[in-house]
């Protein structure tokens, strides 16, 4: 089931990114209003997994995941983001990623917080979703933002 989600969320930020490629405020390249579709990968490995990302940015998910947190850290050549949806009542909750844009130094993540299907059987128990992503690290990026869709 996490495999078919995961895919499907790629599939989804997929065609967000192909919708966004042509979005943009400005006319030219030059305006530096154009928003610029970042790539990015979802860390779908086991907690802590030294592959996935090095220790202190584990610590910084272990630190931050239990409350509602968004915020992005830079360890080396990869900018990792995490989004921490904080405590929700059953298991089973998720966090869609729907776009990672840029726009003159600004990066803003777009993300949904979803709920279990009704009747899936989520274990009635507090959890903890969270998301981290890595994208390349650049110094351009000057700010993030996160926005939450409803």
């Known amino acids: 089931m996490r495999k078919f989600r995961a ?13 966004l490629g042509g979005c943009g405020k400005g006319g030219s390249s030059q305006s530096g209003n154009e928003l610029t579709p970042i790539s990015h990968t ?10 996935a990302a090095p220790k202190e940015v584990w610590d910084w ?8 947190y968004a915020a992005a850290k830079s360890v ?7 989004i921490a949806a904080g405590p929700q009542p059953s298991s ?5 990623v ?9 990066v803003r993540v777009v993300y949904k917080v979803v709920a279990p299907p009704p009747g899936t059987g989520a274990a009635t128990v507090i959890s ?16 993030f933002s996160f926005t939450q869709d409803k």
């Open 61 to 68: 998910v272990q630190a931050n995941m239990k409350t509602k």
């Open 92 to 96: 089973g909750y998720d966090i869609a």
């Open 42 to 51: 979802r860390v779908l490995t086991e907690f802590g997994s030294p592959d």
């Open 128 to 143: 903890y979703p969270y998301v981290l992503l890595k994208v390349p690290y650049s110094k351009t990026y000057k700010t």
């Open 98 to 106: 729907t776009s990672v844009v840029e726009s003159a130094g600004q």
């Open 76 to 82: 080396k050549d990869t900018t990792f983001i995490l």
């Open 7 to 19: 895919l499907a969320i790629a599939i989804v930020f997929a065609v967000a990114s192909i919708s």
